[in-house]
């Protein structure tokens, strides 16, 4: 049984596309996460959700936008994609301050 | 947020060789979390640290956090490949989000 699972795995898209990736977790855990982890490994937090509310939302670009339709679910939605944003993109959940669990991840290809 | 510097950025050994990573911090942090992520892979949980001084073992893995918690280390006797990955150590900011140190990678070499 996947923990953290997202999708897709793999995302190639052109520039100026919108784009969404999927995230659900099993653990029964109350904060979600989205980081992003450029090409020289460093992770980064973009979002998180406590109980389907926003409490982290470090500076990204606006058109990132997530959405949490329930405490089980995170999704993260990409407007007019930039060469920029090529990057693995983690969704990770905890139960509050306690480690956190990563998905597989996604790998955005950005042409 | 609470950054963390992390040492070295590589390290190469041979198997059997011990390895020992560095997580500093100018501010006192109030946990830390270590973190391995292998090749392709995905960050896994390791362990947290809370308590000033506190040691931790995992197997062939030992965790501290310093007196003052404003550092860590991770160190590992006797590495073997399976060991092979990015270690990265985190600090909590503002109670939920994690701002990780830019990791330390490890090869292991038979």
């Known amino acids: 049984d996947t923990a953290v699972s997202q999708t897709p795995k793999y995302l190639v898209t052109q520039m100026g596309n919108d784009k969404s990736i999927k995230c659900e977790q099993n653990?029964?855990?109350?904060?979600m996460y989205w980081y992003k982890q450029d090409s020289k490994k460093f992770l980064k937090i973009m979002f998180s959700?406590?109980?389907?509310?926003?409490?982290i939302n470090e500076t990204v670009p606006n058109r990132f936008s997530p959405k949490s339709p329930d405490k089980a679910h995170l999704n993260l939605h990409i407007n007019s994609l930039e060469l920029g944003d090529s990057a693995v993109y983690f969704c990770?959940?905890?139960?509050?301050?306690?480690?956190?669990?990563f998905g597989p991840g996604t790998r955005l290809t950005v042409l | 947020g609470q950054q963390v510097m992390q040492i070295p950025q590589y390290q190469h050994v041979q198997e059997g060789e011990d390895f020992t990573t560095y997580c500093n911090s100018s501010t006192t942090l109030s946990n830390i979390q270590w973190y391995k992520q292998r090749p392709g892979g995905h960050p896994v949980f390791l362990i947290q640290?809370?308590?000033?001084?506190e040691v931790k073992k995992q197997k062939r893995l030992t965790f501290q956090f310093g007196e003052a918690k404003k550092n860590s280390s991770l160190h590992i006797t006797a590495t073997q490949t399976t060991d092979v990955g990015t270690y990265f150590c985190?600090?909590?900011?503002?109670?939920?989000?994690?701002?990780f140190g830019k990791g330390t990678s490890l090869l292991v070499t038979p």
């Open positions: 990770a959940s905890s139960q509050g301050r306690s480690g956190q669990f």
């Open positions: 985190a600090a909590s900011n503002s109670g939920y989000a994690l701002n």
């Open positions: 959700y406590n109980n389907k509310e926003l409490i």
């Open positions: 653990l029964g855990h109350d904060t």
């Open positions: 640290l809370v308590k000033s001084g």
